[in-house]
Protein backbone atom coordinates (compact mmCIF):
# COMPACT_ATOMS: atom_id res chain seq x y z
CA UNK A 1 0.00 0.00 0.00
CA UNK A 2 1.12 3.37 -0.62
CA UNK A 3 1.96 5.83 2.00
CA UNK A 4 2.56 9.54 1.65
CA UNK A 5 3.52 12.03 4.44
CA UNK A 6 4.12 15.03 3.86
CA UNK A 7 5.70 17.61 6.45
CA UNK A 8 7.42 20.75 7.42
CA UNK A 9 5.15 23.03 6.46
CA UNK A 10 4.21 26.34 8.63
CA UNK A 11 4.13 30.09 8.54
CA UNK A 12 6.66 32.05 6.97
CA UNK A 13 6.85 35.58 5.64
CA UNK A 14 6.53 37.14 2.32
CA UNK A 15 10.22 36.17 1.15
CA UNK A 16 11.38 33.19 3.32
CA UNK A 17 12.10 30.11 2.73
CA UNK A 18 10.78 26.67 3.67
CA UNK A 19 11.66 23.42 2.78
CA UNK A 20 8.59 20.39 2.51
CA UNK A 21 9.39 16.58 2.76
CA UNK A 22 7.45 13.93 1.69
CA UNK A 23 7.99 10.69 2.96
CA UNK A 24 6.80 7.53 1.04
CA UNK A 25 6.50 3.61 1.88
CA UNK A 26 5.02 1.11 0.32
CA UNK A 27 7.01 1.20 -3.50
CA UNK A 28 9.94 1.19 -4.76
CA UNK A 29 10.17 4.93 -4.85
CA UNK A 30 13.44 5.67 -6.92
CA UNK A 31 12.02 3.76 -9.70
CA UNK A 32 8.67 6.03 -9.39
CA UNK A 33 7.94 9.36 -11.14
CA UNK A 34 6.22 11.70 -8.71
CA UNK A 35 4.67 15.25 -8.30
CA UNK A 36 4.10 18.20 -5.90
CA UNK A 37 1.01 19.77 -6.06
CA UNK A 38 -0.95 22.54 -4.06
CA UNK A 39 -4.37 23.77 -3.35
CA UNK A 40 -5.09 26.70 -1.96
CA UNK A 41 -8.82 27.42 -0.71
CA UNK A 42 -11.17 27.88 -2.83
CA UNK A 43 -8.95 27.04 -5.84
CA UNK A 44 -7.99 23.87 -7.82
CA UNK A 45 -5.02 21.57 -7.62
CA UNK A 46 -2.29 23.20 -9.38
CA UNK A 47 0.51 21.08 -10.64
CA UNK A 48 3.84 22.12 -9.44
CA UNK A 49 6.44 20.06 -10.02
CA UNK A 50 7.44 16.37 -11.48
CA UNK A 51 10.12 14.40 -10.67
CA UNK A 52 11.24 11.56 -13.12
CA UNK A 53 12.98 7.91 -11.90
CA UNK A 54 15.44 9.66 -14.87
CA UNK A 55 16.45 12.35 -12.88
CA UNK A 56 14.76 15.08 -15.32
CA UNK A 57 12.46 17.79 -12.96
CA UNK A 58 9.83 19.82 -14.38
CA UNK A 59 8.05 23.03 -13.07
CA UNK A 60 5.50 25.04 -13.25
CA UNK A 61 6.15 28.41 -14.60
CA UNK A 62 4.75 29.98 -11.17
CA UNK A 63 7.35 28.06 -9.32
CA UNK A 64 10.39 28.27 -11.49
CA UNK A 65 13.52 29.30 -9.98
CA UNK A 66 11.54 29.24 -6.75
CA UNK A 67 11.45 26.19 -6.21
CA UNK A 68 13.15 22.84 -6.18
CA UNK A 69 13.01 18.93 -6.07
CA UNK A 70 15.37 16.91 -4.22
CA UNK A 71 14.85 12.72 -4.23
CA UNK A 72 16.98 10.76 -0.93
CA UNK A 73 16.57 7.45 -2.45
CA UNK A 74 18.50 6.52 0.95
CA UNK A 75 15.21 7.26 2.91
CA UNK A 76 12.49 7.29 0.14
CA UNK A 77 12.34 10.66 1.07
CA UNK A 78 11.23 13.71 -1.55
CA UNK A 79 11.84 17.34 -0.58
CA UNK A 80 10.37 20.37 -2.16
CA UNK A 81 12.88 23.29 -1.46
CA UNK A 82 10.70 26.62 -1.46
CA UNK A 83 12.22 29.72 -1.41
CA UNK A 84 11.14 33.79 -2.27
CA UNK A 85 7.90 32.88 -1.19
CA UNK A 86 4.41 35.63 -1.76
CA UNK A 87 1.32 35.40 -0.16
CA UNK A 88 0.00 33.63 -3.50
CA UNK A 89 1.76 30.14 -2.18
CA UNK A 90 -0.34 29.94 0.36
CA UNK A 91 -1.52 26.87 -0.27
CA UNK A 92 -1.90 22.77 1.20
CA UNK A 93 1.42 21.02 -0.76
CA UNK A 94 0.74 17.31 -1.39
CA UNK A 95 3.44 14.69 -3.26
CA UNK A 96 1.42 12.61 -5.04
CA UNK A 97 2.04 9.88 -7.51
CA UNK A 98 1.41 10.14 -10.79
CA UNK A 99 -1.81 8.21 -10.91
CA UNK A 100 -3.02 11.14 -8.32
CA UNK A 101 -2.17 9.33 -5.04
CA UNK A 102 -1.66 12.04 -2.15
CA UNK A 103 -0.69 12.45 1.34
CA UNK A 104 -2.78 14.41 3.68
CA UNK A 105 -0.54 17.75 2.72
CA UNK A 106 0.95 19.82 5.05
CA UNK A 107 0.02 23.48 5.34
CA UNK A 108 1.76 26.63 4.02
CA UNK A 109 0.55 29.87 5.06
CA UNK A 110 3.15 33.36 3.57
CA UNK A 111 1.98 35.84 5.83
CA UNK A 112 3.12 39.14 7.12
Known amino acids: EVELVESGGGLVQPGGSLKLSCATA????????MKWVRQAPGKRLEWLSTSYQSGLIKYADSVEGRFAVSRDHVTNTMHLHMSNLTTDDTAMYYCSTMDGQRGQGTQVTVSS
Open 26 to 33: GFTFRTRD
